[in-house]
């Protein structure tokens, strides 16, 4: 069974900093790439950040380069999202999201989906 389990959100001020964990099982890791997709109130959703479990190679949208970094833990199949400097437009729920081929860039559909974790982030 494919699980993706997200950890991390919560509640802080602008400024502040936050780390979202990805925990997966049940496939095989670079075989998939991570992305992490947030969904706010009445607006568009996006794909932040992915991270190829193949090769590592990154991609961030331009709205949080330089303020978030994506990582993973090979040995422990998990993917974490450092998000600093957080503006409350970052304010939404973060979904992990899982999908092959094991390639970032934009796409239309994932394979698989996490629960999701509310970020909200007051000025």
């Known amino acids: 069974e494919v699980q993706l389990v997200e950890s991390g959100g919560g509640s802080v001020q602008a400024g502040g900093s936050l780390r979202l964990s990805c925990a997966t099982s049940g496939f095989t890791f670079d075989d998939y790439a991570i992305a992490w997709f947030r969904q706010a109130p009445g607006k568009a959703g996006e794909a932040v950040s992915c991270?190829?479990?193949?090769?590592?190679?990154?991609d961030y949208i331009d709205s949080v380069k330089g303020r978030f970094t994506i990582a993973s833990d090979y040995a422990k199949k998990t993917v974490y999202l450092q998000m600093n400097s957080l503006k409350p437009e970052d304010t939404a729920v973060y979904y992990c999201t899982a999908h092959r081929p094991a390639d970032c860039g934009v796409r239309s559909s994932y394979d698989y989906w996490g629960q999701g974790t509310q970020v909200t982030v007051s000025s």
């Open positions: 991270i190829s479990g193949r090769d590592g190679r990154k």
